[in-house]
């Protein structure tokens, strides 16, 4: 079945690094465009950033864009994103979710990972 476990959160300090990691399984993951998405404490969870399969297109949220960067091993079945410049508001729990097609503008397939907790505080 569909799996994707999330790594790499913790805790860091305002205008530090941490890298996440999305290690995919029951599926091909270079077939698939496949995302991060944040939710903070009593907020909706938002999108982050997305990945082409099809043609590597990259896309961003204004607030992050600058400080992250998605990337994606298919060989490895497994994303990344990198993050820089972090700053309290980027504190939340962060999934990654793999849309139903190899575009960003398609649909949710529907499954996510459990999460990775990420908190930027001094």
């Known amino acids: 079945q569909v799996q994707l476990v999330e790594s790499g959160g913790g805790l860091v300090q305002p205008g530090g690094s941490m890298r996440l990691s999305c290690a995919v399984s029951?599926?091909?993951?270079?077939?698939?465009?496949i995302g991060w998405f944040r939710q903070a404490p009593g907020k909706e969870r938002e999108g982050v950033s997305c990945?082409?399969?099809?043609?590597?297109?990259?896309y961003y949220a204004d607030s992050v864009k600058g400080r992250f960067t998605i990337s994606r091993d298919n060989g490895k079945n497994t994303v990344y994103l990198q993050m820089n410049s972090l700053k309290p508001e980027d504190t939340a729990v962060y999934y990654c979710?793999?849309?139903?097609?190899?575009?960003?503008?398609?649909?949710?397939?529907?499954?996510w990972g459990q999460g990775t907790q990420v908190t930027v505080s001094s």
């Open positions: 979710a793999p849309r139903r097609g190899p575009y960003c503008s398609d649909h949710s397939s529907g499954y």
């Open positions: 029951g599926f091909t993951l270079g077939y698939f465009a």
């Open positions: 990945i082409s399969s099809r043609d590597g297109n990259t």
